[in-house]
């Protein structure tokens, strides 16, 4: 089973930035799929932008040219580095990743890290 660990959120004035980082780690495993998706109070989570093993990458509409979505195949991890951003980005950022063992495919949660853009 593949475990996550995210770091990197916090509290940021509007026009800051953040890098979200999410490591994965386990035994026996191929990752494909990478991706981060975020939950604003009292809304449903939402895909903010995911990178395919070949790092395609797709990104909402919300964040496009301020988000930029990287990976270290290496070291099985998944960045997101956050530009520019707006009060309206406030939310908790979940790490999404899809991946292979044993035959069978999974997708696993990293535990969310809050960002919040305030003045």
């Known amino acids: 089973q593949v475990q996550l660990v995210e770091s990197g959120g916090g509290l940021v004035q509007p026009g800051g930035s953040l890098r979200l980082s999410c490591a994965a780690s386990g035994s026996a495993f191929t990752i494909s799929a990478m991706g981060w998706y975020r939950q604003a109070p009292g809304k449903q989570r939402e895909l903010v932008a995911s990178i395919t093993s070949d790092s395609n990458t797709n990104y909402a509409d919300s964040v496009k040219g301020r988000f930029t979505i990287s990976r270290d195949n290496a070291k099985n991890t998944v960045f997101l580095q956050l530009n520019s951003l707006k009060p309206e980005d406030t939310a908790v950022y979940y790490c999404?990743?899809?991946?292979?063992?044993?035959?069978?495919?999974?997708?696993?949660w990293g535990q969310g890290t809050l960002v919040t853009v305030s003045s």
């Open positions: 999404n990743v899809n991946y292979r063992a044993y035959g069978d495919r999974f997708i696993a």
